[in-house]
């Protein structure tokens, strides 16, 4: 066999077992939308003002005609929209749903916030996946009442916590609400007001057992909490895995020496402020129990299972056709 015939036969060949890399959907659209940037405590005590900010994501349909999908809002982490965004938009458009990417930075003028998490108030970005849910309920193509939000890192905090309903009934239009909440590697370090009253639909967490830079074990007693009061929520934890183990972009654990992370920080909402539980007094990124220096990694086996696992836990709740 030639050069040329075992190169077509290779191609060929990576076609069919990688189908996935070669994708396509149907219609993709960029929908800029109306937010703000607010101070977490203006975010806590319900303000509406801030400083106007014009965001934008990318919508993609799975397939032509005229029927309303099912659709996931993706929220991305402290490094913006990253390859593994894009992966996942592309790993739920095959199974038949619509993914809405939003990009929290760029209309900011951020690119990261990994080494300075004080560039942006943490919760900006759950106001900004509720004005995308707006924004969504009241596209043709969409149905409104099954609009789930997937978060990373950030991003996941955002998405588990977007899910209080004193959050909904500050930030969000009235009878809105995500159908799910699909939340990576959050950060569960801080014990807000009413944070245990959250909406009446499934939350589901995957984390890293080995996360030293969002650990899992902040986030047990607060799923052990919601569970006994009757909310469907479950905390995967998944062995020898690092923060983002379900991104191939970095293949072996390595540290990130800049990135800060509040893995020793205890923190809680008072009087509409987020106090360091230990000093007493508000919280800042300079706060000496913010450290540096966690470690990301991808892992083969965790990424397969969660990817399994998130494909019958959507097309389940969201009821994909």
Not at 20 to 43: C, G, K, L, P, Y
Not at 133 to 149: G, N, Y
Not at 264 to 292: A, H, Q, W
Request: aromatic residues 8%; glycine residues 8%; hydrophobic residues 40%.
């Amino acid at each position: 066999m030639n050069s040329t015939r075992l190169i077509v036969c290779c191609a060929l060949s990576f076609l069919f077992l990688v189908p996935s890399a070669f994708a396509q959907v149907a219609r993709m659209e960029m929908h800029a939308f109306v937010s703000t940037t607010i101070s977490d405590q203006q975010f806590l005590s319900g303000e509406r003002g801030g400083t106007p900010v014009i965001l934008a994501g990318e919508l993609r349909l799975p397939r032509p005609g005229s029927e309303r999908f099912p659709t996931v809002v993706l929220v991305h982490g402290s490094g913006g929209v990253s390859g593994g965004v894009d992966s996942w938009a592309r790993f739920l458009n095959e199974l038949g749903v619509a993914t809405f990417v939003l990009d929290a930075f760029t209309g900011r003028g951020l690119v990261t916030v990994s080494a300075d998490q004080a560039k942006l108030g943490r919760l900006n970005m759950i106001a900004d996946a509720y004005r995308a849910l707006e924004l969504l309920s009241k596209h043709p193509r969409i149905d409104p009442q099954r609009i789930a939000v997937m978060g990373f890192s950030r991003g996941g905090q955002a998405a588990l916590y977007s899910s209080l309903k004193r959050f909904q009934r500050l930030h969000l239009a009235p009878a809105l609400s995500f159908a799910a909440y699909v939340v990576f590697y959050p950060d569960c370090q801080t014990t807000y007001a009413d944070g245990d009253d959250v909406a009446e639909k499934p939350i589901r967490i995957y984390s890293g057992a080995a996360d030293d830079y969002n650990p899992p074990a902040a986030c047990r007693p607060y799923v052990e909490r919601l569970q006994k009061a009757g909310r469907d929520v479950r905390l995967t934890e998944y062995p020898d895995a690092h923060h983002v183990f379900d991104s191939p972009a970095t293949k072996v654990p390595t540290q990130s020496p800049q990135s800060q992370t509040v893995r020793r920080c205890r923190l809680e909402e008072v009087e509409g402020r987020i106090i360091n539980s230990d000093t007493k007094e508000v919280f800042t990124y300079e706060d000496p129990c913010v450290e540096r220096g966690p470690t990301l990694g991808y892992n083969e086996k965790a990424a397969r299972e969660v990817r399994e696992a998130v494909k019958q836990f959507v097309t389940a709740t969201l009821k994909v056709k």
